[in-house]
Nanobody
Framework: QVQLVESGGGLVQAGGSLRLSCAAS????????MGWFRQAPGKEREFVGA????????YYADSVKGRFTISRTNAKNTVYLQMNSLKPEDTAAYYC?????????????????WGQGTQVTVSS
């Protein structure tokens, strides 16, 4: 069982930066692939990025590649999403997710555990 709590969301101007954190409970955090997803009102949940259990591999959606960076600190049971050069279209609720072995890391339905989400709003 893993519980996830996101933090760090807020209101930022276009071009600005935010860093989201996702703190996980449990002693097996290092066994989980961690993903970040987002969902805007009226839209489907979409993949943002994912990181392997060791942190050695990262994956990004084309829409955020080069602007967002995922990292993790297993000793702190925390995964991060550094978001730079934010755009109004990045406005959404952001969720972290965990799974031991998601069949497809970019598909939200392959993740077992989810946080409650944190809102990111980018003004133009």
């Amino acid at each position: 069982q893993v519980q996830l709590v996101e933090s760090g969301g807020g209101l930022v101007q276009a071009g600005g930066s935010l860093r989201l954190s996702c703190a996980a409970s449990g002693r097996t955090f290092s066994s989980y692939v961690m993903g970040w997803f987002r969902q805007a009102p009226g839209k489907e949940r979409e993949f943002v990025g994912a990181i392997s259990w060791s942190g050695g591999s990262t994956y990004y959606a084309d829409s955020v590649k080069g602007r967002f960076t995922i990292s993790r600190t297993n000793a702190k049971n925390t995964v991060y999403l550094q978001m730079n050069s934010l755009k109004p279209e990045d406005t959404a609720a952001y969720y972290c997710a965990a799974d031991v072995d998601p069949v497809e890391h970019s598909s939200w339905y392959h993740y077992e555990y989810w946080g409650q989400g944190t809102q990111v709003t980018v003004s133009s």
